[in-house]
């Protein structure tokens, strides 16, 4: 069953005093390409169903990129909800890893009461934006968004008492130290806390740490000419950028906030800046969702709502979703091909970028920092490690660790 | 690029708050520990071993039948990724 979406089987190897890392991926890189030959918006309706797991930031970046292709105008609020809608499926998304993930690899039970909540609250709101004016439809407004605040207060309600252990605002503020956030880990009030702690008293903070770039911000029109190339298949299943695989996600996005800067500055960028920079995202995305603190994550909106050159007829779009960078590329058939309105022009042909494959790139940062895990120590410790390391750099599909 | 798979639920144990579904002639047990008011006969989304939400039959119909193109779509392109990364080290 999980032949269709795909998975990553990841395999580290001893040798030589080393350790080598393999990773193949068996996810259907040709999915967006079904699209072809349907009208923009039946792509823009199905799509999103089909991409599920992040469906609003799929939903969001085909929305921009059709838009884009017809020569349609957004309008600034509609820019701005949907910016809202994909930061809080980022939050739902790092809830999952840090109330199911992150206890079950410190040998706690998952916390899977809490993250029902998430997923009920998340639901609903899913439920409202099927609204065909809603935001997350080419042309689209605000229909749909009014249970937006309450879904957000209610994530907040849940990461503050499942995962903080007190309130966003106070974590932020407590945390603005690599020491303060030792410390709030060492009082040990929540899974997510334990999770830390474990990781800083086994003296693992710096596993993992590698010098993979993070994925520059760039403007469409570079990313469109390599999506439009000829070597555009090799590109979407092995990204580089100027032939060096690059890191996009959560840290790269708080690597400048504290604590996480100060981390990577006393550990490198390995588990514990990493732990630091999922909790941080939570806390930053929340206040600036509920609370609008002005705190700022490193990220490319100020290009992704900005005009490509390109052609008629092309879009290119640019997503900050939950696990990094998502691109999608459309190229309409000629005006009058599909003839009609222009919801009813044809597809010729749709790209998706996603950012797992940045990231689990066989020369990534994934394969980086389990290859400078100490092969040295037992199978059971280097495999909760790696496994931890996985974790949070976070594939969006199932995978498999294994120790050959 | 992430896809959750809709599914029948064929079976339940309520007891360890797990289901049993089908995907054509495939059946995988899932966590129901994420869902509520899941019966059998309901179709649900699919994702790393959990049951994510309840959608329609019809909903579930499109979804596959997307999918099954997208399988079909599979059989024709390489994906270079599947072959087998040469590793880091």
Known sequence: MSDLAGRLNITLRRYGGRLGVTIASTRPLAAPSVFAGRSAWETARRLPALFSICATAQASACAQTLEQALGLATDPETVSLRQALVETETVKEHLWRLLLEWPRLLGEAPSTAAMRQVLAAWGGLRSALADPQGPLVPGGGASGTSLLPAAVARLARVAETEVFGLPTRDWLAGTASAEAFLAWARDGRTGAARSVQAVARAGEAGLGACGIPALAHHDGSALAERLAGPAAVAFVARPDWDGVPRETGPFTRTRHLEPVAALVRAHGNGLLARQAAVLAEVAVLLSRLWVDTGAGLERASADLGAPVDCVPGVGIAQVEAARGLLVHRVELEPEGTGGGPPQDRLVRAYQILAPTEWNFHPQGVVARGLASLSPGVDDARLLRQAGLFVTLVDPCVDYELSLV | ?89
Request: aromatic share 2%; proline share 4%.
């Open chain 2, 1 to 89: 690029m992430c896809l959750a798979i809709p599914a029948r639920v064929v079976a339940m144990d309520p007891a360890a708050d797990t289901a049993t579904v089908a995907l054509g002639t495939v059946t995988k047990a899932v966590s129901l520990a994420l869902v509520e008011d899941v019966a059998v006969g309901d179709y649900v989304l699919v994702h790393v071993g959990y049951a994510l939400s309840r959608i329609s039959p019809e909903e579930a119909d499109r979804t596959l039948a997307l999918m099954a193109e997208v399988a079909r779509c599979g059989d024709e392109t390489t994906n270079p990724a599947g072959l087998g990364g040469e590793g880091a080290s």
